[in-house]
């Protein structure tokens, strides 16, 4: 009887824990904050793709990946912060080695940045992701967005391929890769990663705080 008695008291016992484990996972479920934070000054060192919009009260840093469906929703949920006052929007390339697109469809934002055009050609890279993620003349294809842009073929040609370009987005991943990122959109907010869904209420919130 004993034993038995044992037995019982270890299966509530690990019946307890186990609906502990349980609910407090789903409490975080709920909850915007992931618990992880990252030094604001490494974040945004180093920059080249920025949106301010006077006095930075919030500052958002978003990893993204061009080809990563993820990052095209979590574009459309937030791309009204880049011309929202009190706010500075950074973009740090973070191409996944699952895209076949990741890299050439960063450096090509980059090469735009360059030209003047970068925020431009994210809106174009998103917009459009299901027609060039699946173009066998993924370059070509890149010079016509660029073009559409009223960017110079020749001048973005060169750049898509120049050493520069890669390195700048190479800065980033080596970023991404330091910070440990497990996956795009990873978004930071004053330093705090937040889930993409709950971007416009946690900046909302501290607008309204300052």
Same mark, same amino acid.
């Given at each position: ?7 019982? +008291? ?18 975080? #479920?709920? =909850?915007?904050? =992931?618990? +992880? ?5 490494? +974040? ?18 978003? %990893?993204?990946? #061009? ?45 735009? !940045? ?39 073929? =020749?001048? %973005? !040609? ?53």
């Amino acid at each position: 009887m004993t034993n038995d008695w044992k037995l019982i +008291l270890k299966v509530i016992v690990g019946s307890v824990i186990l609906l502990m484990v349980v609910i407090f996972g789903l409490s975080r #479920m709920g =909850t915007s904050a =992931t618990g +992880l934070t990252a030094d604001q000054n490494i +974040l945004v060192n180093g920059a080249k793709l920025v949106a301010e919009n006077g006095e930075t009260k919030v500052t958002v840093v978003n %990893f993204s990946d #061009m080809e990563c469906p993820a990052c095209q929703a979590a574009h459309e949920l937030t791309k009204s912060l880049n011309t929202t006052p009190g706010v500075k929007v950074v973009l740090r390339y973070f191409p996944l080695s699952v895209h076949k697109y990741g890299l050439i469809s960063a450096q090509a934002v980059e090469a735009a !940045r360059e030209m003047g055009k970068g925020w431009e050609m994210v809106d174009l890279l998103f917009s459009k992701q299901g027609e060039w993620s699946v173009d066998p003349n993924i370059e070509n294809t890149l010079v016509v967005y660029a073009k559409s842009l009223g960017l110079d073929e =020749t001048t %973005f !040609r060169n750049k898509l391929k120049s050493p520069e370009v890669a390195a700048a987005v190479q800065e980033d991943v080596n970023l991404g890769n330091s910070l440990q990122l497990s996956g795009t959109p990873t978004i930071y907010i004053n330093g705090e990663q937040v889930g993409a869904e709950f971007v416009m209420d946690k900046v909302n919130a501290l607008l309204k705080a300052k």
